[in-house]
């Protein structure tokens, strides 16, 4: 009952031979990745601490990195890569949407209260 | 007993049910829905997490500062022990698909042994998680809450290569405590329908005379500056701090206070991590049936190990959540 596997990452850049090499393969990719946010984290080079879009540099790299990771974690461990694209859409799309609808509303309404705090009539007291 | 419509000719043609469009089993799919909502259910705590650090973007906890320990080691490991629990878990995730390909090829030795790994893999991570809840509710510096409920931390200058740099002071070292100054309130000895609890190791009097008597002790507050660090107050300024809005004794975290910051800080780590602990330990329970399946035969007789792809993609969920809560806690 062997199913079908695709075996390719990268677009087609890395082929594994098996599926079982696949596997390591990605796992190789994915410590690779964490050990440079864990770099990234404990030396926070200076030169990533500018701000982009009222965050960090660095710290968009995090979430960059993060979203590569959970994107090999769902497609080959998960694999999602060889599922129909119907169903890939159907859990993909909606969660995408959703979540940074979600995202949106509550970072932007946090920003709000914040600069409320800091430069309306309401004072923290201390 | 076929009672009603027993035939209407599409039986295995497309409108009759005889295609799968999308080619994948009812319990898979379900199990794929189930993985959406609860990924949903994640993002909402996560968004909230983010909607109150925005709220407080200038004074939020620096989560290098907080998670620095490594058990068996004594010293200053930022991120450390976090990485060895997020590998972990990527690893539990790896034999776990590799259980499920042996699957594929009915090889129910491997199956078995890859299963096994993978509980054990879960099992670390759960001691782990329980461990790092442990040094951050016992706290490692103490400091004071004030009135406003911020929090004011203790360290000191000293030369590092030639660079000042600020290091913290436990209370301990330097709080004088006076004899007799505080009874615990009891019963028997006062109000009998009143009780209290523990009282804080230190009174804000006590730490207050210990600062003064230590002229190299400075108070760093929770405000960020520009540079990203906590800023230290100058000496006067932290003696008067102190004295006019200190008001209680914290050491280490709980849902009411947090010795490293904003208290939502830590509420947030206990309802988040805690859940996603919960996941974990789910999902150790069930790989631990599917592997007693396994080992009795069960899906050997069945010819089919679909039971295991299906816990399997519950586990790498569990993994998949990890990532974003190891991002939004330790790294940003």
């Known amino acids: 009952m062997a199913q079908e596997h695709n075996l390719a990452i990268f677009r087609g850049l890395v082929k594994f031979k098996s599926n079982t090499q696949k596997i390591w393969g990605v796992l190789v990719f994915l410590t690779v990745i964490t050990a440079i946010e864990v770099l990234l984290g404990i030396y926070k080079p200076e030169s990533l601490m500018g701000h982009f879009l009222g965050m960090k540099i660095l710290n968009w790299i995090f979430i960059a990195l993060t979203l590569v990771k959970a994107y090999y974690i769902t497609w080959d461990f998960m694999h999602m890569r060889d599922e129909k694209a119907s169903l890939r859409r159907m859990v993909v799309w909606t969660a995408v949407f959703l979540i940074c609808y979600l995202i949106f509303i509550l970072l932007q309404e946090g920003g709000y209260v914040f600069d409320v705090y800091r430069d309306g009539y309401i004072k923290r007291d201390f | ?332």
Do not use: C
Not at chain 2, 267 to 288: E, P
Not at chain 2, 307 to 316: D, P
């Open chain 2, 1 to 332: 007993m076929n009672t009603t419509v027993a035939t209407t000719g599409t039986e295995g043609k497309a409108w009759g049910g005889g295609n799968q469009p999308l080619n994948a089993s009812y319990g898979k799919m379900m199990m794929w829905f189930f993985i959406v909502s609860d990924a949903l259910t994640f993002s909402g705590f996560l968004a909230a997490y983010g909607f109150s650090r925005f709220k407080f973007i200038d004074s939020w906890p620096i989560a290098d500062e907080v998670f620095t320990h490594v058990p068996f080691f004594h010293g200053n490991y930022p991120m450390i022990y976090v990485a060895f629990m997020t590998f972990v878990l990527i690893m539990s995730s790896v034999t776990m698909v590799l259980a499920v390909d042996a699957g594929h090829h009915l090889n129910k030795t491997k199956v078995t042994w890859y299963m096994f790994l993978t509980i054990i893999g879960g099992l670390i991570f759960v001691g782990s998680q329980a461990w790092e809840w442990g040094t951050f509710i016992k706290g490692e510096y103490g400091a004071v809450q004030t009135k406003g409920g911020n929090i004011l931390q203790f360290g000191e200058y000293v030369d590092v290569d030639g660079a000042q740099k600020f290091k913290r002071v436990a209370v301990s070292d330097f709080a004088k405590v006076a004899e007799g100054e505080r009874a615990q309130h009891e019963s028997k000895n006062g109000l009998w329908f009143v009780s209290e609890g523990s009282i804080p190791e230190y009174s804000v009097d006590e730490i207050y005379a210990g600062l003064q008597a230590n002229s190299n002790i400075l108070v760093r507050n929770q405000i960020l500056n520009e540079h990203g660090h906590k800023t230290i107050l100058t000496r006067e300024e932290s003696l008067k701090q102190l004295k006019d809005n200190g008001k209680l004794f914290v050491q280490g975290a709980n849902l009411q206070v947090n010795e490293y910051g904003s208290s939502l800080f830590a509420d947030f780590f206990f309802f988040i991590t805690g859940f996603h602990g919960f996941h974990v330990f789910s999902g150790v329970m069930i790989n631990i049936i599917i592997f007693f399946n396994v080992i009795l035969g069960t899906y050997e007789k069945r010819k089919s190990y679909e039971m295991v792809e299906k816990v399997g993609l519950y586990w790498h969920f569990v993994d998949l959540v990890w990532v974003f809560v190891f991002t939004f806690f330790y790294l940003v």
